[in-house]
Nanobody
């Protein structure tokens, strides 16, 4: 059974940094992409960043230049380095893995940025 466990969230002051980690356990036949999403209170879940099987990355305009997505294949982990955090980055952050025919979600980790 596949499980995704996010960690690394917390409370940080504006301008600070956090690094989120998503540990993948279980076997996924073929991973097409790894994504991070976030959901702020009262808002819809929004896509933040992705990295595909070839290592190509994409970012939402709101985080471009501040966030970096990467993966550690040896540790079966996807990371999100978040720098220059703003109050509007406050949200629950979710890891999403896109396999063949389905995707997998973690339980989320809270990120709170105080202004």
């Amino acid at each position: 059974q596949v499980q995704l466990v996010e960690s690394g969230g917390g409370l940080v002051q504006a301008g600070g940094s956090l690094r989120l980690s998503c540990a993948i356990s279980g076997s996924i036949f073929s991973i097409n992409a790894m994504d991070w999403y976030r959901q702020a209170p009262g808002k819809q879940r929004e896509w933040v960043a992705s990295i595909n099987s070839g290592g190509r990355t994409n970012y939402a305009d709101s985080v471009k230049g501040r966030f970096t997505i990467s993966r550690d294949n040896a540790k079966n982990t996807v990371l999100l380095q978040m720098n220059s955090l703003k109050a509007e980055d406050t949200a629950v952050y979710y890891c999403n893995i896109v396999g063949v025919g389905r995707s997998y979600w973690g339980q989320g980790t809270q990120v709170t940025v105080s202004s």
